[in-house]
């Protein structure tokens, strides 16, 4: 076989892997076969992307719906990557002259870049160890006799080992050596390690405390955790990542042990289980009275302590960190999607308000398709009390420009502003307008932006967030695709996490949002085409440049004639890009014009059998190139075409006199929005700049484990006010509208104290946002960092049979 061929077919076989493991992996939930797999991954490697995939070849995948097409996507490129790491640290090995049998299988079956990384780590280290220099000085015959026979006196033999030139002058720096020894050979004992390190990570603890010189203020934002301990595989993520921020605000001081760390009693009978398992590995079985025991004790606690507690320690941190990381993205991204995809209150003229006290109100008015018309700042509230001239103001311009919807941003002076709108509604004198509180959350940031700049070219900055305030109430998605995700206000704890990690999830929420509604072609922003699939910000500014100078386009094909939209974009975007009132009527609806002709067969069909589109049978439509599950969508959407996925507009209904913390009191019953949905419960925005909390334990009479199982972000709640902590800013609230008002502070377990949701980093503002703190990643938690353990040459090597 020539070099070639050997190639070909390693790579053959690596890829052949990389498909098992997806499988495997995406079989989690509903069964996958190797062929869908495959089949994806061909489609992702010729520039297919996961919308066109998941929408238009679902007889190729056998039917993969974009979220499991994304994990696919995500994994693909992780696996990709470890495949070439494995190649580079077998090489590595090889090149040192240190590459058995051992090793090539281990690295063969190593399945994470963790793993690879353990098995690599003992051939990076360039400094020599205490273990090397004792061993170098021929101390290793010492250590092998004190292990097998524990009646050997120490000391005694010790003096047969003195080695003055090598740094071994006494009994005590001989006895040292050896010990140095022994206790790298447990740390390389990647079995022992492996058996140890799950044990600790199913049985440890981990516990906080307060930090020597923390301030008053940083233990009143980490009060629920100054003195708390939990199971270390048994934390949920929106508490590790508190933990691990108060203790890189230096507010908790954090520690991994075997058992409660403020039990000593306990923490010492957890530690003598971990030593006893490392004196059985060591073929250790000495009474206590032996000449050697103390010196094998004392040898076996060190290489506990001081080797194997302390590298599991990182490695726990890490796995902490990584499985919080990834709850708190997946949180985020369901958060996202349940806000781009809120119902639009669509074609309506709109007042935006964006709330002020003393630099005033900033009013715009957009007309139906968004366009700034008139712009003004009134000053109703303190300093200035010109509440009259205020309401007068905007009668005039809603009166003008037909307005029917007023929407007011919920920042400072928000409620006040809400009551200002209200007057302008009684003033004019008619059912046909009412008023929504809005997210204003990222409108100062598109305001700031280069984007608001060309939208609005001469405008001052603070009006444009009225305008933007307006424009995401006729159409949330077309407005909230100009901001970074990160600033829209729905994440948990994202400063915490891998910014890479955040943004390529965002990035492919919001693109399967833009995708599964649609995007008008003559009327979408350079934003909002750069969403669409096989687009991007290149090809968005060329369709828009090619619309301005030649007019809006009058068919799909027109598409064609942009600059550098070639067959393979076409075929990607065309499908997701509408044209309203066009030559081809197909052209405004979500099907692709490789399929018109299916279309009007279709529709023929119907025509000549007397029969409604749904009464056909698919399989008398099937051809090579169509299957059933194409043809069905294409019979649901010429049944409905340019249908909008998204709900009915609704709005909540604020209490009235309502309009700070202060106001709040237990036992009423509100109306509010979902502002943000953790993992331990939901945020309500009430309108009184502060959210209120429904805990996971409040939702519903029967036990749910996700809150997403009854609310999501935007969803409209009826509410009870359970208890307010004016103090700590906390509104605690039911959805259990009977549920009796607690007797004791904030809780909302029936007969007992409700879990809280810690300031440190958590939810606290009226808009959803949380405390931003310091960005990075907590101590000792790079995911970029190896952990020091051996668990993967250990797990590689029982898969490998070649374990001990």
């Known amino acids: ?80 990557e470890l495949e070439d790491r494995r190649v580079v ?28 990384e353990d098995i690599y780590l003992p051939f990076k280290s360039k400094r020599r160890t205490k273990a090397q ?118 507010v908790l001081n954090l520690q991994l042990a075997e058992a409660d760390p403020r039990d000593a009693k306990a923490v010492e009978q957890a530690r003598a289980g971990y030593e006893n398992a490392i004196a059985a590995s060591l073929g250790i079985n000495a009474p206590a009275d032996a000449p050697a025991g103390k010196w094998l004790a004392q040898t076996v606690r060190l290489a506990w302590k001081a080797r194997l507690l302390t590298r599991f320690e990182s490695d726990l941190r890490s796995r902490l960190f990584e499985e919080a990381e990834d709850a708190s993205v997946k949180i985020f991204a369901a958060n996202l999607r349940d806000v781009l995809l809120a119902a639009p209150a669509g074609n309506k003229a709109v007042l935006g308000l964006d709330p002020g006290l003393r630099t005033g109100v900033k009013v715009a008015v957009v007309d139906l398709t968004g366009k700034s018309i008139e712009t003004a700042t009134i000053y109703p509230h303190a300093p200035a009390n010109k509440w009259n001239d205020s309401v007068a103001i905007l009668t005039r311009l809603a009166q003008k420009h037909g307005t029917t919807l007023i929407a007011v941003g919920n920042g400072t002076a928000g409620r006040e502003t809400d009551r200002l709108a209200a007057e302008v509604i009684k003033a004019l004198g008619t059912a046909g307008i009412s008023k929504v509180i809005v997210s204003e959350a990222g409108a100062s940031v598109y305001s700031a932006s280069e984007l608001a700049s060309q939208e609005l070219p001469g405008m001052d900055v603070s009006l444009r967030g009225a305008v933007s305030i307006a424009r995401r109430l006729q159409d949330p998605l077309a407005e909230l695709v100009k901001i970074d995700p990160k600033s829209i206000g729905v994440g948990q704890y994202q400063h915490d996490v891998t910014a890479s990690k955040l943004d390529r999830a965002l990035d492919a929420v919001v693109e ?50 942009v600059p550098r939209l070639g067959a393979k974009a076409f075929e990607q975007c065309a499908g997701f890009l509408r044209i309203t009132g066009g030559k081809e009527r197909l052209d405004a609806s979500s099907v692709h014009p490789e399929a018109y002709d299916l279309a009007r067969a279709l529709q023929k069909a119907a025509a000549e059998q007397g029969r409604r589109l749904d009464e056909l049978k698919p399989e008398d439509f099937v051809t090579d190139q169509f299957g059933e599950p194409t043809i069905r969508d294409v019979v649901a959407e010429l049944q409905r075409p340019a249908r909008d996925p998204r709900g009915e507009f609704v709005t909540a209904t604020l209490k009235e006199g309502v309009e700070s913390i202060g106001d709040v009191k237990p036992g009423m019953i509100m109306e509010g929005t979902v502002s943000n949905v953790a993992a331990f419960g939901a945020f309500v925005d009430l309108g009184v700049h ?32 359970l208890e307010v902590d004016t103090a700590r800013k906390r509104i605690s609230l039911t959805l259990r509208l009977d549920d009796e ?64």
């Not at 090539?104 to 079956?109: E, P, T």
């Not at 058996?195 to 301030?215: F, H, P």
């Not at 502060?690 to 709640?717: C, T, W, Y």
């Open 512 to 561: 399967d949002c833009v995708n599964a509604v649609g995007v008008d072609v003559n009327t979408a922003s350079p934003s909002l085409l750069a969403r669409v699939a096989g687009v991007g910000p290149l090809l968005s500014r060329n369709i828009v440049e090619h619309r301005n100078a030649n007019g809006p386009f009058g068919t799909r094909k027109d598409l064609l004639k």
């Open 1 to 80: 076989m020539s070099s070639d061929q050997k190639n070909n077919a390693a790579s053959n076989a690596i890829e052949q892997r990389i498909i098992e493991v997806l499988s495997r992996e995406l079989s989690v939930e509903s069964k996958v076969q190797p062929w869908q797999v495959k089949a994806a991954i061909e489609l992702l490697d010729s520039g297919s992307t996961v919308p066109f995939i998941a929408r238009y070849r679902k007889e190729v995948t056998g039917m993969l719906s974009d979220s499991q097409l994304r994990l696919l996507e995500e994994r693909l490129r992780y696996l990709r």
């Open 690 to 721: 502060q959210d209120g909390l429904i805990h996971v334990s409040a939702m519903s009479n029967k036990f749910i484990s996700d809150p997403r199982e009854v609310v999501s972000s935007g969803q409209i709640v009826k509410v009870k006010v």
């Open 133 to 250: 220099i004792a061993r170098e000085a021929g101390l290793e015959p010492l250590a092998d006799l004190l292990l097998a026979d524990p009646q050997t006196d120490p000391v005694a033999a010790a003096a047969g080992y003195l080695n003055a030139e090598a740094g071994f002058a006494t009994d005590l720096e001989v006895l040292s050596g050896a010990r140095s020894i022994v206790t790298e050979r447990v740390s390389q004992d990647v079995v022992l390690a492996a058996d140890l390190r799950e044990r600790l990570w199913t049985s440890g603890k981990i516990g906080a405390s307060v930090a020597a010189g923390a301030t008053a203020e940083g233990q009143g934002k980490y009060s629920d955790y100054l003195d708390y301990v939990a199971d270390l595989d048994n934390l949920p993520s929106h508490r590790v990542l508190a933990l691990l921020r108060g203790e890189r605000e230096g």
């Open 741 to 804: 008002l607690p007797t004791t502070d904030v809780s909302g377990k029936p007969g007992g104290q409700r879990e809280r949701s810690p300031r440190g980093g958590g939810q606290n503002s009226r808009s959803g946002q949380q405390r931003s703190g310091s960005k990075g990643r907590p101590n000792g938690s790079s995911q970029n960092q190896a952990p020091a353990g051996n668990t993967a040459m250990a797990e590689a090597l029982r898969r490998a049979g070649l374990g001990k």
């Open 89 to 116: 640290v077998r090489e590595a090995i090889a090149e040192a002259g240190k590459l058995t049998e051992q090793l090539v299988a281990a690295i063969a079956a190593a399945s994470t870049k963790s793993e690879l």
